[in-house]
């Protein structure tokens, strides 16, 4: 069956760095646009990053821009997202997501496969 797991999240202060990985199973990872949402406490799910099949196209949300980056290795069947310059607005939890059209929406619907999310913190 399909598995995305995460790892990597955790506490740091503000200015901080945290590397997120996201190990994929059970479906084709390289015919798939992957990507990272994130979901604070009382808010939506939100796109964070996406990244095409091949790992030639991104797309960040403002709010991340210049800060985060995803990739990813298709022969590890793994997605990243390294966080640099963490806010404490950046606290939520962190759900991997992979969808054959994900890059080109970059929205929850075009989500075919979820993770079960790691949390990321960010003290002031």
């Known amino acids: 069956q399909v598995q995305l797991v995460e790892s990597g999240g955790g506490s740091v202060q503000a200015g901080g760095s945290l590397r997120l990985s996201c190990a994929a199973s059970?479906?084709?990872?390289?015919?798939?646009?992957m990507g990272w949402f994130r979901q604070a406490p009382g808010k939506e799910r939100e796109v964070a990053a996406t990244?095409?099949?091949?790992?030639?196209?991104?797309y960040y949300a403002d709010s991340v821009k210049g800060r985060f980056t995803i990739s990813r290795d298709n022969g590890k069947n793994t997605v990243y997202l390294e966080l640099n310059s963490l806010k404490p607005e950046d606290t939520a939890v962190y759900y991997c997501?992979?969808?054959?059209?994900?890059?080109?929406?970059?929205?929850?619907?075009?989500?075919?496969?979820w993770g079960q999310g790691t949390q990321v913190t960010v003290s002031s």
């Open positions: 997501a992979g969808g054959y059209r994900l890059h080109a929406l970059s929205t929850v619907v075009a989500v075919d496969y």
């Open positions: 059970g479906f084709t990872f390289s015919n798939y646009a």
């Open positions: 990244i095409n099949w091949s790992g030639g196209g991104t």
